[in-house]
């Protein structure tokens, strides 16, 4: 009978420390830009600020991926005046294969707008904010908001609280209590 309820201890702990660590990982979310209408240039004046509407009912973090479809356009990262001029001769990131995905690296400001003339002035841009977190570092100036971009899939990346410490050392006490 004490073998059964050794190993019903080792199952159990076994669990615990299992659930102990799904607590250090947050998946990276991927947002599909503008819902299943996509990017593009909507057909009424009162949809002139649908994406910027759309981001602000997001909340974004780093290393999130904002994902672009679209069909006979592009979307481009430019700097806050260009943004406000509509137009970029030198964006900080440009696409326009029609299925683009763009990670959010770093906290801030992101500014994007569409790179055939017109769309701009329609209604086809969006700033996104990305918020920031306790593990990333503070940006270097305030210059750096719209310097880094980078395109990939969505990641993993480890999240450590003090909670999460606790519980695990917990766990890991535990465990070796009773598993060695």
Excluded at 8 to 20: D, G, H, I, T
Excluded at 43 to 71: G, L, P
Excluded at 83 to 106: I, Q
């Amino acid at each position: 009978m004490a073998i059964v309820h050794v190993g019903s201890c080792k199952l159990v702990l076994a669990l615990l420390l299992v659930s102990a660590l799904q607590v250090f990982v947050v998946t990276a979310t991927e947002f599909t830009v503008g819902g299943e209408d996509g990017w593009g240039v909507r057909r009424s004046n009162r949809d002139r600020d649908v994406y910027n509407d759309w981001a602000s009912r997001n909340r974004f973090k780093v290393d999130d991926t904002i994902h672009f479809k679209y069909q006979k356009d592009s979307v481009m990262v430019v700097t806050s005046e260009e943004y406000d001029k509509c137009r970029s001769s030198h964006p900080l990131f440009y696409s326009n294969n029609g299925d683009t995905a763009f990670k959010l690296d770093r906290p801030g400001l992101f500014y994007f707008i569409s790179g055939v003339t017109g769309h701009c002035e329609r209604g086809e841009k969006m700033i996104i904010k990305v918020l920031e977190t306790e593990e990333t570092p503070p940006p270097q100036s305030a210059n750096d908001n719209s310097t880094k971009t980078s395109q990939s899939s969505p990641t993993l990346f480890p999240v450590y609280s003090l909670a999460s410490a606790v519980a695990l050392v917990t766990v890991s006490f535990l465990a070796r209590l009773f598993l060695f």
